[in-house]
């Protein structure tokens, strides 16, 4: 039976996806781009005992402003990852890049990345040149996902105007951001109207976990969504803990939060994942949470990767 971790957050970052996003001054909120590859992705792996990891792509994404170009690059970054899983079956699986804010594009690469690829969900940007992913141009979007079920990673992006522009947006942004998109989402229905999604937040959703119950309060301002339906709603989603596993974070994950919701995330290469992850294997769980944390969690969404 595997024991090892399921790693919701790794990202891949190929020689020529990097030079394309370079190329258009784009960069993950101004973090400086780390080395990849795929001998480094293993090696980390295996220093962290992952058995499997779900790749992703990070910000930016692949909105160049261009619709042709980014068709082209989400077509080149899923095809790649799939080649990835299918040379490792057992240790890969991949959240497919979107070309939003291109609907017809989107729809198109959903459809092709999870009839053709065999995608395991899809991975979208918390916001899309600025926009929220509760505003009603991505209804068509959530349709589609939620008539097939689909697996929905959100990751963070920079916010249309960063809090303190001397800092890169991952150290102050990203948090919020995921935040506000999750907040948008619940307040304006759509984990309401699409129960079939299975919605995971990066980086332990922001701070919802801290600051729930003053999120409620939004449905005050917001008929007809009642306060108890946005604390439904924020409770539907699955929060990975990449970044978030530190002595002050977990008290308040594993107070809030459902205790299947919980899950592994690295957030390789960008984060120092292995600070983070000595931090949640010294962190006092019973052997059944850790087992949780660690990978029953994820069988849970993804089925294919649970053991015998």
């Known amino acids: 039976m595997p024991s ?3 790693d919701i957050h790794h990202h891949l970052i190929p020689s020529w996806y990097r030079e394309a996003f370079e190329r258009h001054g784009k960069s993950a909120g101004g973090w400086p781009t780390p080395d990849w590859s795929r001998e480094s992705s293993l090696a980390i792996m295996d220093e962290l005992a992952i058995d499997t990891a779900l790749l992703s792509a990070s910000a930016p994404g692949v909105n160049f402003g261009d619709r042709a170009e980014s068709r082209s690059m989400a077509r080149r970054v899923n095809e790649y990852a799939a080649e990835m899983v299918k040379d490792k079956p057992d240790r890969y699986g991949f959240f497919a890049v979107l070309p939003l ?17 065999r995608s395991d969900g899809v991975g979208i940007l918390s916001n899309i040149d600025g926009r929220y992913l509760g505003d009603p141009e991505f209804e068509p979007l959530w349709q589609e996902l939620d008539r097939r ?13 960063r809090m303190l522009e001397e800092l890169p947006s991952p150290l102050l942004d990203f948090p919020f951001d995921t935040t506000r998109t999750a907040v948008h989402m619940v307040a304006h229905g759509v984990m309401e109207r699409y129960p079939d999604i299975t919605v995971i937040l990066a980086h332990a959703g922001g701070f919802i ?14 008929p007809p969504v009642t306060e108890d339906g946005m604390r439904a709603g924020m409770k539907r989603f699955y929060l990975d803990l990449a970044l978030s596993s530190s002595p ?15 899950v592994y995330g690295s957030d390789y290469p960008f984060a120092p994942s292995r600070e983070f992850a000595d931090m949640l294997d010294a962190y006092p769980l019973d052997s059944d949470q850790r087992t949780a944390l660690r990978r029953r969690n994820a069988e849970r969404i993804l089925p294919r990767f649970a053991g015998p």
């Open 101 to 117: 804010p291109d609907m017809d594009g989107a729809l198109e690469e959903v459809a092709f990345a999870l009839d053709e690829l």
């Open 248 to 262: 002050t974070s977990m008290p308040s994950l594993l107070t809030y939060a459902d205790p299947t919701h919980l």
């Open 209 to 222: 976990p801290f600051a729930s119950e003053r999120f409620a309060i939004a449905a005050r301002f917001n």
């Open 149 to 161: 079920g689909a697996v929905v990673f959100i990751h963070p992006e920079a916010p249309p105007m």
């Open 4 to 6: 090892g971790r399921i």
